[in-house]
């Protein structure tokens, strides 16, 4: 029995649906409707009314759209989305609550069907790769998770570039080009992650980074239309692509390498990692690379964020379970038992005390992708 009282409508939503995933979802556009309706000048009796039919009419819609889903994609896939997957064992970080759906995309077939439906569905929807650049919340993901895990690599017809799936391991594109002798991707060995993630955030290391070298990039938009994007669409710059924007999918990435002798690489590839673990923390913390990206000055030179968040002392701040590593200042590391409102209030701190001392403002380089959207 629904009681439409006045009170609060998440509560409303709680008894009307009696599963946690209704509830989340339905929350935040009750909690929109519920304000709406506030503003209407009717009787209590009315508006208790209205309010009780348009909750109605949101939990029917709601309800319609995740059952349509659910049955699509056991339709089309042989597989429905997982229910109430933690978020932290898809994490690097170690972070995150439950996610209402979770779809693993085993093949490219997969992640495209596996979009497009989500896509028409209209339910909340976020593809991920290997989870090592991303801080989850505490409560999870309202919607539906696309964990990437299509991964295949192939030499080009041209002859010195490769092709990857975009759930592929980047250390795996690294180790097939190498193998190849095809030079040009040796900044990225030692970066986690998947080609997608990399491509999305344009990552890189030791002034370099992946979108020098792609030469074309096969995407699903926003819309669920498949299209070939060339590099200068891709919009590449410091630690950004087009796709953040344009909330495109990458499903394949062709790279354009250069012919070079396999030892010379693998030499060149054993010196940068050298260099990476005397500076980074140990592999086996849990955390999601470089926390903030390098601000800009005035003048346009790029700082380091590492030495600015050194300078002001970062290396002895903690916040919960969430702590600033002692090998770099720019990693936020998780020393167990850490939560993502412990990494954002340790976050805040830093960026209010680096904008104090240096009148710098730093950006985020980590995903932090709230519950609802
Ligand atoms: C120990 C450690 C060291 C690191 N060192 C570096 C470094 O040196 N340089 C560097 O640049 N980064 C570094 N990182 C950060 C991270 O590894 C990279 O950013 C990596 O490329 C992220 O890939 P991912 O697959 O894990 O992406 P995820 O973390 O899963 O996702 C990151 C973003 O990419 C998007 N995304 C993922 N796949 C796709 C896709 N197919 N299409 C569209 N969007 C997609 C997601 O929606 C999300 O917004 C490090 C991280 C760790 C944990």
Same mark, same amino acid.
């Given at each position: 029995?629904? /009681?439409?009282?006045?009170?609060? /409508?998440?509560?409303?939503? &709680?008894?009307?649906?009696?599963?946690?995933?209704? *509830?989340?979802?339905? #929350?935040?556009?009750? &909690?929109?409707?519920?304000?709406?309706?506030?503003?209407?000048?009717?009787?209590? +009796?009315?508006?208790?009314?209205?309010?009780?039919? &348009?909750?109605?009419?949101?939990?029917?819609?709601?309800?319609?759209?995740?059952?349509?889903?659910? $049955?699509?994609?056991?339709?089309?896939?042989? &597989?429905?989305?997982?229910? #109430? /997957?933690?978020?932290?064992?898809?994490?690097?970080? @170690?972070?995150?609550?439950? %996610?209402?759906?979770?779809?693993?995309?085993?093949?490219?077939?997969?992640?495209?069907? %596996? !979009?497009?439906?989500?896509?028409?569905?209209?339910?909340?929807?976020?593809?991920?790769?290997?989870?090592?650049?991303?801080?989850?919340?505490?409560?999870?993901?309202?919607?539906? !998770?696309?964990? +990437?895990?299509?991964?295949?690599?192939?030499?080009? %017809?041209?002859?010195?570039?490769? $092709?990857? =799936?975009?759930?592929?391991?980047?250390?795996?594109?690294?180790?097939?080009?190498?193998?190849?002798?095809?030079?040009?991707?040796?900044?990225?060995? #030692?970066?986690?992650?998947? =080609?997608? #993630?990399?491509?999305?955030?344009?990552?890189?290391?030791?002034?370099?980074?992946?979108?020098?070298?792609?030469?074309?990039? %096969?995407?699903?938009?926003?819309?669920?239309?498949?299209?070939?994007?060339?590099?200068?669409?891709?919009?590449?710059?410091?630690?950004?692509?087009?796709? @953040?924007?344009?909330?495109?999918?990458?499903?394949?990435?062709?790279?354009?390498? +250069?012919?070079?002798?396999?030892?010379?690489?693998?030499?060149?590839?054993?010196?940068?990692?050298?260099?990476?673990?005397?500076?980074?923390?140990?592999?086996?913390?849990?955390?999601?690379?470089?926390?903030? *990206? +390098?601000? !800009?000055?005035?003048?346009?030179?790029?700082?380091?964020?590492?030495?600015?968040? $050194?300078?002001?002392?970062?290396?002895?701040?903690?916040?919960?379970?969430?702590?600033?590593?002692?090998?770099?200042?720019?990693?936020? !590391?998780?020393?167990?038992?850490?939560?993502?409102?412990?990494?954002?209030?340790?976050?805040?701190?830093? *960026?209010?005390? /680096?904008?104090?001392?240096?009148?710098?403002?730093?950006?985020? $380089?980590?995903? =932090?992708?709230?519950?609802?959207?």
């Amino acid at each position: 029995m629904i /009681v439409p009282a006045a009170g609060n /409508v998440k509560t409303i939503a &709680i008894l009307i649906s009696g599963s946690g995933l209704h *509830k989340a979802i339905l #929350g935040k556009s009750l &909690i929109h409707m519920h304000f709406i309706i506030q503003q209407l000048p009717c009787h209590a +009796n009315t508006y208790s009314a209205l309010r009780f039919s &348009i909750l109605a009419l949101s939990y029917k819609i709601t309800v319609k759209a995740m059952t349509a889903l659910f $049955e699509e994609f056991e339709d089309a896939l042989g &597989i429905p989305p997982r229910r #109430g /997957v933690l978020l932290s064992e898809h994490s690097s970080f @170690r972070i995150g609550g439950p %996610a209402d759906f979770f779809f693993t995309a085993e093949t490219l077939e997969e992640l495209t069907v %596996a !979009v497009r439906l989500a896509v028409r569905s209209g339910v909340r929807h976020f593809v991920m790769g290997g989870g090592t650049n991303i801080l989850f919340d505490d409560a999870g993901f309202r919607g539906l !998770v696309i964990k +990437n895990a299509a991964s295949g690599l192939f030499p080009s %017809a041209a002859g010195s570039g490769v $092709e990857a =799936v975009s759930g592929t391991r980047l250390a795996d594109l690294v180790e097939f080009s190498v193998s190849r002798g095809l030079r040009g991707l040796e900044h990225l060995a #030692g970066i986690p992650g998947t =080609v997608g #993630g990399a491509v999305f955030g344009n990552a890189g290391a030791f002034g370099r980074s992946i979108g020098e070298k792609l030469e074309s990039a %096969a995407l699903i938009d926003r819309r669920g239309r498949e299209r070939l994007a060339s590099r200068d669409e891709m919009g590449f710059a410091y630690r950004k692509s087009a796709l @953040r924007a344009d909330r495109s999918v990458l499903l394949k990435a062709a790279f354009i390498l +250069n012919p070079d002798e396999e030892d010379k690489i693998r030499e060149d590839i054993s010196c940068l990692l050298e260099q990476r673990s005397a500076r980074h923390p140990d592999w086996s913390v849990a955390c999601a690379g470089c926390y903030f *990206k +390098n601000p !800009v000055r005035e003048d346009g030179t790029r700082l380091a964020a590492g030495k600015l968040l $050194e300078e002001i002392g970062a290396g002895s701040l903690s916040r919960g379970g969430a702590a600033v590593s002692g090998t770099h200042c720019n990693f936020i !590391v998780n020393r167990g038992g850490a939560t993502a409102s412990d990494v954002r209030g340790l976050a805040e701190e830093l *960026k209010r005390r /680096v904008r104090e001392r240096f009148g710098l403002n730093l950006e985020e $380089e980590v995903i =932090v992708l709230p519950a609802d959207g």
